[in-house]
């Protein structure tokens, strides 16, 4: 099992940038191909980024990239979303989440283990 806990979020005006952190601890964090989720009250789970056990595969939702970048630091059980040029739009909780493969996936039903969410709220 792994427990994830997320931080970084608050409130940002539109264009700025914030830097979300997810820290994990329990199993073996490198263990795991790790992702990020957003969601707004009342909407679905919106798949944000993903990223592969050794961090050298990543992919994004739709109109995210070259805005957003997932990484992480495996020897310091971290993970990390940088979002920049933020939107309005963008306001959400955001989720780290993990399961037990290699690579990582947009589906929020493939991953087992979820943190608590951060709340983003991006002003106009």
């Known amino acids: 099992q792994v427990q994830l806990v997320e931080s970084g979020g608050g409130l940002v005006q539109a264009g700025g940038s914030l830097r979300l952190f997810c820290a994990a601890s329990?199993?073996?964090?490198?263990?795991?191909?790790m992702g990020w989720f957003r969601q707004v009250s009342g909407k679905r789970r919106e798949f944000v980024a993903a990223i592969s056990r050794s961090g050298s595969n990543t992919f994004y939702g739709d109109s995210l990239k070259g805005r957003f970048t997932i990484s992480r630091d495996n020897a310091k059980n971290t993970l990390f979303l940088q979002m920049n040029s933020l939107k309005p739009e963008a306001t959400a909780v955001y989720y780290c989440a993990a399961r037990g493969s290699i690579l990582g996936s947009s589906e929020a039903g493939l991953y087992k283990y979820w943190g608590q969410g951060t709340q983003v709220t991006v002003s106009s």
């Open positions: 329990g199993r073996t964090f490198s263990m795991y191909a």
